[in-house]
């Protein structure tokens, strides 16, 4: 349903009257016939073959047809459509979404405009409905092809499937519980405001500090598209408690509240030139701390830093590594909606297209990092993983079906042999795309928090402390592997 209200352009010469489901695996098809009906049950009655299935299904087919088309739409979701219009977020979505319906007779539409006509006039006649919405698209017919959805499952379902097997032949890291006692030091928690060059608005930024036993070393962590840095407290608790001070910028551009405003049609979907501005609030960070602007009291070593991401703020640290951003594969695959690696990220990642020869953000001051469900399969340049200025461990969830492990990280660390230069893969078994988060005062430290510190540690060479490659900062509860010695 979804996706068919995502065609069309101009005013409609006529009202869509009918909606075909194709089944081809069962050599058959479902027609709905939209019509005049108001209720479900006029529904069904115009429709023989939803009839034949109520009389099969009984009152569970009647309950949700009227949970799918007769459910109000959300008051937000006109302003949404007309502040996102023409966005390229906005227009990689709907590209995917136009994949799966063929409307008759009418040329498909990305740029949300139809979209945002159609439902005007549904809201006119007083119809802010699914029903009502379809009833306003161009066209006569519209034909959903299931087999599509099933290409679609099934393509998620490779490209999960590696890491998976990796995972199932690789011997778990086994767990110190010395180590779990080390997160378990005083830190304290305040917030900050930061002027940055390139924002008009402040960086809000969350700071962690040790209240004995400071390492002298700084990370700072990059929360993710429409998330804040309360996602990752968890992490920097960790951190702290060992030595670590920790900042944790929230991105104004990419932000939770940036998604509530734009879902309430006050912003536009973030736009590409936030690729850029991202890795500058970290770097600007780094420079106010160099400068003693912020943290003046403590005495941090701002030439060898530690970086940290989740899912865009993965791609944010990769940057600042020094990961050469490039077009060639996004000119190449983004229009290919038949690629064998083709998953969720790729609308964000194509997104960026416009202003990708201007996303390299280097800063030789970033030594460690840590990057978590990064999107970058179409994003860099290959080449660029032997000249980083820092060594990256690369963590996925085998079970993230937002970016998956195959295609963003178990293919990118085999093509370029990471591995070989000091680079490294954990797998997070059954983990999902939000599974590694850890908030503030969460009873159990953050599950990735000892592998988080083992790496840093190791990177940094901060002494006496616990290292990646000494192993034991696996978690109790959790199945983390190590397979990059296997790709």
């Known amino acids: 349903m979804a996706g068919l ?46 009839e034949d299935l109520r009389a099969a299904s009984g009152d569970r087919l009647s309950n949700l047809l009227e949970g799918i088309f007769l459910a109000p739409l959300p008051p937000e979701t006109r302003s949404f459509l007309e502040g996102s219009t023409g966005q390229p977020l906005l227009e990689q979505v709907l590209q995917s979404a136009v994949a799966l319906v063929q409307l008759e007779g009418v040329e ?3 740029s949300g405009r139809m979209l945002t006509d159609a439902l005007i006039r549904a809201e006119r006649n007083g119809q802010a409905t699914v029903l009502g919405l379809l009833r306003e698209m161009p066209g006569e017919t519209a034909t959903i092809d299931i087999s599509r959805v099933a290409f679609i499952a099934s393509r998620l379902i490779r490209n999960t499937e590696q890491g998976r097997s990796l995972v199932k032949a690789a011997p778990v890291e086994p767990f110190n519980s010395s180590l779990q006692a080390r997160l378990r030091g005083a830190w304290s928690r305040r917030e900050i405001q930061v002027s940055v060059p390139h924002r ?20 700072v962590i990059s929360h993710g598209l429409w998330d804040d840095p309360e996602s990752f407290e968890g992490w920097g608790e960790v951190l702290a408690s060992a030595g670590y001070t920790v900042l944790l910028p929230d991105h104004p551009g990419s932000d939770f509240e940036q998604q509530k405003a734009m879902l309430s049609g006050d912003r536009p979907p973030p736009d590409p030139e936030e690729l850029t501005r991202r890795p500058r ?14 943290l003046r009291n403590q005495s941090l070593n701002t030439d060898a830093v530690a970086a940290i991401g989740h899912s865009w703020g993965g791609t944010t640290v990769l940057q600042l590594a020094g990961a050469d951003p490039t077009d060639r594969k996004m000119l190449s695959r983004c229009s290919d909606l038949e690629d ?18 201007e996303a390299g953000a280097a800063d030789p001051r970033v030594r460690a990092v840590v990057s978590v469900s990064p999107p970058l399969r179409l994003l860099f340049d290959p080449a660029s993983s032997r000249s980083l200025s820092g060594k990256v461990l690369l963590i996925s969830g085998t079970a993230d079906w937002v970016v998956p492990s195959g295609p963003e990280a178990i293919s990118p660390m085999r093509e370029t042999k ?54 034991g900062w696996g978690d109790p509860e959790q199945r983390l592997v190590d397979v990059s010695d296997r790709l």
């Open 5 to 50: 209200a995502l065609t069309g352009v101009g005013t409609p010469a006529s009202a869509l009257e009918r909606l075909v489901l194709r089944m081809p695996f069962l050599e058959t098809s479902i027609t709905i016939n939209l019509g005049e009906a108001e209720t479900v049950d006029q529904l069904l009655r115009s429709s023989p073959d939803l």
């Open 108 to 110: 498909a539409d990305t």
């Open 200 to 219: 008009q608005e402040p960086l809000r930024t969350l700071v962690l500090e040790p209240q004995r036993n400071s390492n002298g070393r700084l990370a």
């Open 281 to 294: 609030d970290v770097s600007a960070l780094i420079d106010a701390v160099a400068s003693g602007r912020i």
């Open 340 to 357: 064998s690696e083709g998953n969720m990220s790729w609308v964000l990642q194509c997104s960026w297209l416009s202003t990708i020869r």
């Open 418 to 471: 990471a591995a070989r230069h000091g680079h490294r893969l954990v797998l997070y078994d059954r983990a999902n795309h939000f599974t590694p988060r850890s908030f503030r005062g969460d009873p159990q430290p953050a599950a990735i928090g000892a592998l988080l510190l083992a790496w840093l540690n190791e990177q940094l060479d901060v002494s006496g402390s616990v290292t990646f490659s000494g192993g």
